[in-house]
């Protein structure tokens, strides 16, 4: 049934509708014209209208003008095509697909390239990347393939939201694959090792069996590997084959990795591996910069020439670093935190931000933020415009201590072979907002308002394990701030086989509140007169995975001792990871979560829900190394040991 809604102005404009996006776009409508409520509720359309047959197949059953009153009712081919872009804007992918079912003429307009880059840019705005093959940009793609990726991307968003991925399970001769590009086959010699909805890749050395420290998808045709034994490999996934190496030696290690999509580059850090027993003065940590370049791809996915890896920069740094910031590769800008002990700068140990704002110039800033390193806070960098955001979290809050890049400036010193910090500079500002904990039943604590729920994994005994911060390096069809994600595996140590582990998640924007990020001039505000404002916001709603398990981690060996790396990988509202699931054995499985989507922070009945994932039946979860997981395909990498990789494609 078609309802028409009609509205007396010296300019008169009827939208003819199908009822299954009747309240969709009558407030679209309402937008893209600035109109006043009519005297009629939103979900009850009129009745003493026409009523048209539905579906329409002919757009001539648009253009009838009818004379009404002193009302004339117009089809939507003589409403102005940029009303009608701008109102359809406001409609979502399943209004969308209603509107392919009236009728000829909204068929056709709804199926054009602005209606799907529209829909495109909702999907990234939800933290939702698309399933571009290779270093593909939305740009890039015809019409045809933006409505495909559209389709597909949220199809997997809302599938995953109710069940859990099953292996693809169609299969499809030579060329492209129209479900996941990483099963993309160009070679008669190739397909018969590319499984039904796997892949199954050997890293051969040619020197020695490789021990993976370290993996990633670099994109859908590509993977990036760094080994225990300091190389840093590309294998290429279509043809199984390794097209690039660089390597500094068994002494250094890779810290960052940042890949930069719209140049074809990728960039990372290595470190040479410090001396902990050494004191602060003495504890140098130097540092690479290294850039890999990927040559224009041709249609079947070959590469015209090789990947070429090249040194950037070269750093040091005193003190022992926690982590290490590629912040803006264009721009030259890196960054790392150093834990700066008690007994050398301030009252309890701190935070010590190391900066260089261009590594081809010579200057660095060296600065002690007088921060409190405590042992349970968890620490990134961000660059936001002309600031760094130095975001921290704990367990109850979450904090963004704001430096303006004018104020770090003020430090600036000429690079020297031993850096030295300068001073204590305290941040700007300070955004700070409170953990609000989501789940269908809160855990109240005594004496607590029923109305938060409380934090369910109170200290003790729940320590944070580890964290992991997810940001938007995905193509986008326009910048834009970023949303971020954070990951929390939560560990108590009191039970067996390494203790008892829990999942939190929550997503966070740069800054988190509103707030004028302006800093007065250097004339008029010294580093040694800065003082910290903080500024509180609203809460900040975190999920959990409700159920404990028990999480499987390598052992790796240490100067300082054995440390264990949960096997563990989190994507933009997903994570999954490798748990026991037995009590009395050792039995493994696959497992994976979908936390509520961004738009769900006011929900609090939103739930996340765990899923046991099917694995090839050669896959042995005991060997397993490392995990990754690209949230645009479905897809989990996994190396187990002697170099295999295993590529596992879910919709």
Known sequence: ??????????????????????????????????????????????????????????????????QNGNSKIMGLDTLPYDVLLVVATFLDLKDVHALHLTCRSLRDFSMTRPIYRQLAHDLLARCRPLPLRGFTQPSDLSAADLMRTVNKAHRSEHEWRSR??????????????????????????????????????????????????????????????????????????????????????????????????????????????????????????????????????????AVSSPPQFSQLATCRTAGLVMNFFLL???????????????????????????????????????????????????????????????????????????????????????????????????????????????????????????????????????????????????????????????????????ARRGGSFALAQHYFMVPMSKVDLRYPPPPTCTSEASTRQVIEGPPLPMWYVRSEFEICAVLELEDHGEERRPLIAVDFGHAAWIEYVDEDTEKKALRFVTFPPLEAAEDAQATAVVYTLEIPPELNLDKVETINLDQSHGTIILSVGGGEVFILCYE
């Open 1 to 66: 049934m078609l309802c028409v809604l009609t509205r007396t102005t010296t300019t008169t404009l009827a939208l003819v509708l199908a009822r299954t996006v009747f309240d969709a776009f009558l407030a679209a409508y309402r937008l893209a014209l600035n109109t006043v409520p009519l005297n009629y509720p939103q979900s009850q359309p009129p009745t003493d209208l026409p009523q048209l047959p539905l579906p329409l197949r002919h757009s001539s059953c648009l253009s009838t003008a009818v």
């Open 164 to 301: 859990a991925p099953r292996p693809i399970q169609a299969t499809y001769p030579l060329g492209v694959h129209p479900q996941s590009n990483y099963l993309d086959c160009f070679d008669d010699n190739i397909i018969g090792r590319t499984r039904r909805w796997y892949r199954r890749l050997t890293l051969v050395d040619p020197w020695a069996e490789i021990e993976v420290d370290w993996l990633s998808s670099i994109t859908s045709n590509y993977i990036l590997c760094a080994t225990k034994s300091g190389k840093v490999l590309c294998w290429d996934i279509i043809s199984d084959t390794q097209i690039a190496e660089w390597s500094l030696g068994p002494e250094w290690e890779l810290w960052k990795c940042r890949v930069d999509f719209e140049r074809r580059y990728v960039y990372f850090a290595m470190a040479e591996k410090p001396d902990t027993d050494s004191d602060f003065d003495s504890d140098i940590t130097d540092f690479v910069i290294v850039q890999l370049y990927f040559p224009q791809c041709s249609t079947d996915g």
């Open 328 to 494: 803006d590769p264009l721009n030259r800008t890196i960054a790392c935190f150093v834990q700066i002990p008690k007994a050398v700068n301030s009252e309890h140990d701190s935070i010590g931000l190391y900066m260089l704002p261009d590594w081809d110039q010579p200057s660095y800033i060296f600065i002690d933020t007088g921060l409190e390193h405590g042992t349970e806070a968890n620490w990134s960098c961000i660059l936001l415009d002309d600031a760094l955001v130095v975001h921290s979290e704990e367990t109850t809050a979450a904090y963004q201590h704001i430096y303006p890049l004018s104020l770090l400036r003020l430090s600036l010193r000429p690079i020297v072979k031993m850096p030295v910090i300068s001073g204590r500079v305290a941040p700007f500002q300070t955004l700070k907002r409170n953990f609000i904990y989501r789940q269908d039943h809160p855990i109240p604590t005594e004496n607590s308002d029923p109305s938060i729920p409380a934090d369910p994994f109170p200290m003790p005994p729940w320590t944070s394990e580890s964290a992991h911060f997810v940001r938007q390096w995905w193509p986008k069809f326009q910048e834009g701030h970023r949303a971020s994600s954070s990951v929390l595996l939560l560990h108590d140590m009191e």
